[in-house]
C-alpha cells in the first residue's frame, strides 16, 4: 500500500465514493491506485470548474463529500470560482490537491506555487500530508472537516494538499473512521423564548436558509406558517426542496428597494440557519442591509446547527400544529406563441417528472421558470449560492452523479453556460440523464440591468460591445453536438414544450437551445 | 470625472491601452468610462482564464502590460492559472479587480471573499483603490509594479483592487507617468571576472532566459558562441526570437536525466536572468537539480536585470565578434504520407511567413514541431512557461491584439485547447489573424508517458478512462464553428499541407484540426 491506496481507501471508509478529476503527472498515483479501490467512482472533467462545480452539486444532493482531483496550485485555481459557490452553499468537498514531491518544492520548478496560500480563502480546512504515513489519518480529517470545521460554520472545502512523494512511497497506515461534528441543537428554553418574542411582535417573520430548505426544514416551517408566522427563505440557497406536496415558503427578493418593500412593517426578523439579510451588490444611494428600520434580530440558531430541528422546536413552541399546508399539483396549459422564460416555465412544470433535480444558472431567466414551477410536481432546486456564473453544467454532472435514477435538468443563462461549458462532454461520456438548457439571448442580459442600477449613465457603444454575445452568434447545437450530446433549438413556446416533453420521456443527455 | 475615469486615462497616461475584460455588475463604472477614453482598446472573453490568457500574450509581445479587468475575487480566480504562467514569464500584467463598494463589503454579501487573499501567490503587487482619490495614483503605481517591484525580480502581475464606489464617486485626481524601475547592469569588471572563470573552465556552459531569449538577446549570445562557448536556454521561456537569420542556441531538455547526459563534463554553468536548472516534476530516483555532480554555478545577473546587455558586455570581455553565426534559411520539401507532429512541423516551417507568432501549447506536439521549424523564417515562439495547460488560445488572442500586422499561430493539445476554448470566440469577434491548429490525439498523451516515469504501475481500466479523451471523440469542426470560425479536419500530410498554406495565404481566423 503507498500513500495513494492509504488516501483512496480511508476516502471511501468514510463514504467518499465519488471523484471528479482533472489529473497531472504529480497525480498519476492516485489515478493507478482507482484501480485497486472499486468502490471509488471517478469522473473525468476537462477543466478543474467542471470538477469542483460537480462536487458541489454532488455534495448537495448526497448529503456528504465527494472529492475533487486537481493538479497543484494551478489546477486549484482553475476551479475557484466554483468552490466559491461550494463554499458559500456549505456544501461539504474534499479537495485532494496534488504537489510537487516534498523535497523538489525547494527548486520551485515552473507548476509550483503557494497552494496552500490558493486555497486558504475558500477553504475551512487545508492541510498538507508531509509522508506517506501522514495521508490516511488527514484523509479522514479532512472528510469531518468539509462537514463543518468550527463552531458557527456549516460545511465547506477540506483542502488536502498531497505531494506526489507521499502518494507514491509506501505505507501501513490507514486514516480512521471519523464521525462528523455533531450539529448543535437548539433547546426548549431557547425555542421558547423565541416564541414569546414573535408572540409579542407585531410583524414578525422567520428567514431561514441552509438545511432548512431541504424537505425536513420546509415540513418544519410549514406548521410556522400554519400558526400565522410568515417564513421566507435567503434569496439563494443551496438546495430548496419544492412544489406539490411541499409548503412554499416566501423567498426574499433579490433587489434592494423590492425586499426592503415587501419587509415593510416587519419587527421581528427570526433568523435560522442564516445571518443578517444584505443586498447582493451596493448601489448608489440603495440600502445595503435588508432589515426594515427598528426592527430587531434574533437568531435562533446559526449554520452549524440542525436547522430543521430547531424550526420544529419553534414551531412546538408556538403550539403550532404537527404539518401546515402544502401546494396542490396544479399544471399549466400548454404555452403557445411567443417562446421566454415564463412559457418555458410552463412547460417545464407541466413535463418535469417528480424527483427532478434542477441545477439552477439561468441568471435573468430563472426567476420566472422558479415562480412558474411553484406548484410543479416535487423537485429539487439547486441555487447559484456565490453568484460566480457558471456552475449550471457542473452541479448538474455531479448531482446526476449523485442521484443516478433522477432526471436532472441544467438551465443556463448562455453567457454562464460558455464559462464551463466542458462540461457537457463529461455529461455524454458519463451518459448522465441530464436535460441541459440555453436560454440564448445572446446577452449578458443582467448586466444591461445593473448598469442602469449602478448609475453608470448611458453606454456608449465600447461599454455596448460588453455586454453583447451576438457577435458572433454562438451556435449551441454545434458546441453540444461537437461535445456529443443530441441538442435542438426551438424559437417558439410550442416547439420548447414539445422539445421538453421528449427529453423528460428519455433518459440520457439531451440538449435544447432556447433562441430568445 | 469618477474613479473609473481617473483609473482608465491613468492607465492609458502609463502605455496600458488594452483590457482584456469579463466584467460583472460591480465593474459597469469601468465599463461605461471606456467610452470617454478612446485611447483604450477592451476586448470581451467569455471566461477570465482567456483574458488573464490574452494578458499575458499581449505583455509578452508588446514588451508592457495591458490590463484585466475581472469580477471580484471568483473572477480573479478563473484567471489564476493563466496568471501563474505570466507569472513565470514575467510578464507584465495589470489586473484591475472589482469588488464591492467600501462600506459594503462588512455585511459579507455572496460574492464576497478575499480578494487580496487569491491574489498574492501571483502578484508582485496588491493594493486596494480605497477613495476615488486613490485611483489613480494607486494604477500609476501598479503599472510601474508590473515591470518589476523588487530588487531580484522579473516583471508580473500587479492586481489592483477596485471597489464599486471607489469607482463611481467623483474625483479630481489623476494619477502620475511613472517609469518603469530600471533594470540592473552588469558592470565590466564582473563581466571580466566571469569571462576569466569561462576561460579557466574545461567545459562551460551559459545558460539563458528572460528577455536573453528575445533578438536583442540571442544576437549577443551568438558572440559568446562565436567565442567557443555553448549556450542554451531554460526549457521554457516566455518568447524565443528564432529562425533565420538567427543564432540557435540549444534548449535544456525537458526529461532529467536526458538533460544531464546532455551536460555531461560541464564544469561551469554561468546563469543569465535564470536561475538553477530543475527538473520539471520530480520522480523516484531521478535527479531534482539538473547540474552536473562538480560543476560549479555562477550567476552573471538575475530576472530584474538587463540580460542581452550583460551577453554583451561577457562577449567583450572574451573578445568575442561582434556577431556569431546564424541559421540560414532552409525549408524542406512538402511532406506526404501520414499526418504526425513532423509532417505539421515541416509544412508550418515550409509556409509561415516572417514575423510570425506562435502561442505553443502543444505538449507532446510542440517539441517535434520546434525542432522542425529551426530554419524556417525568422519567428517568435511563446512557450507554456508556467505548466499550466489552457494558454495557447488565450495567449494568441493577446499576442494578435498586440501585433495586428503579424501572423499568429496557436498549437494546442486537444485536451489544452479545451480548458480555455472560449477564446476562439474573442478570436472570432475581433477577427484576429490567428490560425489555431489543433492536435487531435484524442488523449492526454504526455500523461501516459509521465505516468511510465512516475513508476505509478500499469494503469488499470479506471486509470486509462482518466486518461483518455476519446469518449466521446470530440468534433473540433462543430466547436469551432459554434465559435464562429471556419474549420477544416485533415488527416494527412498533404492535406495538412495545403490547409495551413492556405491558412498562411489569408488573413483572419482560421482553425485547421490534425487528426492525427
Redesign the interface.
Known amino acids: 500500500m503507498n500513500g495513494a491506496d492509504a488516501l483512496i481507501t480511508t476516502l471511501c471508509d468514510n463514504g467518499v465514493v465519488a471523484c471528479f ?1 482533472n ?4 497525480e ?2 492516485f ?2 491506485a ?3 479501490e472499486p468502490r471509488m467512482r ?1 469522473v ?1 472533467c ?4 467542471v470538477a469542483t462545480g460537480a462536487a458541489d452539486g454532488y455534495g448537495r444532493i448526497a448529503g456528504k463529500p465527494a472529492c475533487t482531483l486537481l493538479h497543484l ?3 486549484y ?2 476551479g ?2 466554483n ?3 461550494a463554499k ?1 452553499a456549505a456544501t461539504p468537498v474534499v479537495n485532494v490537491i496534488g504537489d ?2 516534498t ?2 518544492r525547494q ?5 509550483n ?2 497552494i496552500a ?2 486555497a ?3 477553504s475551512l480546512w487545508v492541510k498538507s500530508a508531509e509522508s506517506p504515513d501522514e495521508v490516511g489519518p488527514l484523509a479522514a480529517e479532512a472528510v469531518q472537516a468539509s462537514f463543518g470545521a468550527a463552531p458557527g460554520v456549516g460545511g465547506g472545502c477540506a483542502s488536502l494538499i498531497l505531494p ?2 507521499s502518494a ?1 512511497l509506501e505505507t501501513t497506515v490507514q486514516g480512521p473512521v471519523l464521525a462528523p461534528r455533531p450539529r448543535t441543537r437548539v433547546g426548549t428554553d431557547a425555542a421558547a423564548a423565541m416564541a414569546a418574542r414573535i408572540k409579542a411582535a407585531r410583524k414578525p417573520v422567520v428567514l431561514m436558509g441552509g438545511s432548512c430548505c431541504g424537505e425536513a426544514g420546509v415540513t418544519a416551517a410549514s406548521r410556522l406558517a400554519a400558526a400565522g408566522v410568515r417564513v421566507m427563505t435567503d434569496t ?1 440557497v443551496a438546495r430548496m426542496s419544492r412544489g406539490a406536496g411541499r409548503f412554499a415558503p416566501d423567498r426574499m427578493l433579490y433587489f434592494g428597494e423590492m425586499a426592503m418593500a415587501d419587509l415593510e412593517g416587519v419587527d421581528l426578523m427570526v433568523l435560522v440557519e442564516t ?2 439579510p ?5 448601489y ?1 444611494d440603495r440600502p ?2 435588508l432589515v426594515p428600520e427598528g426592527c430587531e434580530e434574533a437568531s435562533l440558531c446559526g449554520r452549524d446547527a440542525d436547522g430543521p430541528a430547531a424550526l420544529n422546536a419553534l414551531a412546538d413552541a408556538l403550539g403550532a400544529p404537527a404539518q401546515g399546508g402544502v401546494e396542490d399539483l396544479a399544471l399549466p396549459a400548454a404555452p403557445n406563441g411567443r417562446l421566454d422564460p415564463y412559457s418555458i416555465g410552463a412547460s417545464i412544470c407541466r413535463h418535469m417528472p417528480a424527483g427532478t433535480i434542477i441545477s439552477d444558472d439561468a441568471v435573468t431567466a430563472g426567476l420566472p421558470v422558479y415562480t412558474s414551477t411553484k406548484t410543479a410536481r416535487a423537485h429539487e432546486w439547486l441555487m447559484l ?4 456564473i ?1 456552475q449550471g453544467i457542473p452541479v448538474a454532472v455531479g448531482a446526476a452523479v449523485a442521484a443516478p435514477h433522477a432526471k436532472v435538468l441544467s438551465l443556463n443563462g448562455d ?1 454562464a453556460a ?2 464551463t ?2 462540461g457537457l ?1 463529461t455529461i ?2 458519463e451518459n448522465l440523464d441530464v436535460t441541459t438548457v440555453v436560454f440564448a439571448n445572446h446577452a449578458y442580459r ?2 444591461n440591468i ?2 442602469g442600477r ?10 455596448k ?5 451576438g ?9 453540444a ?4 450530446i443530441q441538442a435542438e433549438r426551438v424559437s417558439t413556446a410550442e416547439a420548447f414544450d414539445e422539445a421538453f416533453e421528449r427529453a423528460m420521456s428519455q433518459t440520457g443527455p439531451r440538449f435544447i437551445e432556447a433562441a430568445l
Chains 1, 2 share one sequence.
Open positions: 478529476a489529473p497531472g503527472t504529480s498519476m498515483q489515478v493507478t482507482l484501480d485497486r471517478s473525468l476537462l477543466f478543474e470548474g496550485g494551478a489546477g485555481a482553475n475557484g470560482a468552490l466559491h459557490n458559500r510537487h514531491a523535497y523538489h527548486y520551485d520548478a515552473p507548476l506555487s503557494d496560500g490558493w486558504a480563502p475558500n506526489a512523494d507514491w439563494f445571518t443578517t444584505v443586498a447582493f451588490f451596493a448608489p445595503s442591509v449560492t456565490g453568484g460566480a457558471g453567457g460558455m464559462y461549458v466542458q462532454w455524454a461520456r443582467i448586466l445593473e448598469l449602478t448609475g453608470a449613465g448611458n453606454p456608449g457603444p465600447a461599454a460591445k460588453l455586454l453583447d454575445l457577435s458572433p452568434r454562438i451556435d449551441w447545437l454545434q458546441i453536438g461537437g461535445l456529443g
